[in-house]
């Protein structure tokens, strides 16, 4: 089973920056299509920000500009680089595979971590 492990969350102030890490263990994650996903209270969960194997990013219309994710395959670690912030950016922030790629979902994925918290208010 992948294990998936957030962290980097903290209180912010509007314009500030944070940088959210997401370490896995139990699997190499290089290969695959990975993601930052964030829920609000209540509101469902999006998909904010996604890495593709060759490094190639994709992001929300609401984050363009202001986020980066990145990827370390020796460390096994993807990273979202946040700047810029607005309140409406307070989310629990989750990492996971970009799952609208996959047709069934790789063997010992699917399980979500506890996320990180980022609140962004003065």
């Known amino acids: 089973q992948v294990q998936l492990v957030e962290s980097g969350g903290s209180l912010v102030q509007p314009g500030g920056s944070l940088r959210l890490s997401c370490a896995a263990f139990?699997?190499?994650?290089?290969?695959?299509?990975m993601a930052w996903y964030r829920q609000a209270p209540g509101k469902q969960r999006e998909l904010v920000a996604t890495?593709?194997?060759?490094?190639?990013?994709n992001y929300a219309d609401s984050v363009k500009g202001r986020f980066t994710i990145s990827r370390d395959n020796a460390k096994n670690v993807v990273y979202l680089q946040m700047n810029s912030l607005k309140p409406e950016d307070t989310a629990v922030y989750y990492c996971?595979?970009?799952?609208?790629?996959?047709?069934?979902?790789?063997?010992?994925?699917?399980?979500w971590g506890q996320g990180t918290q980022v609140t962004v208010s003065s």
């Open positions: 139990g699997r190499t994650i290089s290969d695959y299509v």
């Open positions: 996971n595979l970009d799952f609208t790629w996959y047709s069934r979902t790789p063997g010992g994925f699917g399980s």
């Open positions: 890495i593709y194997s060759g490094g190639g990013t």
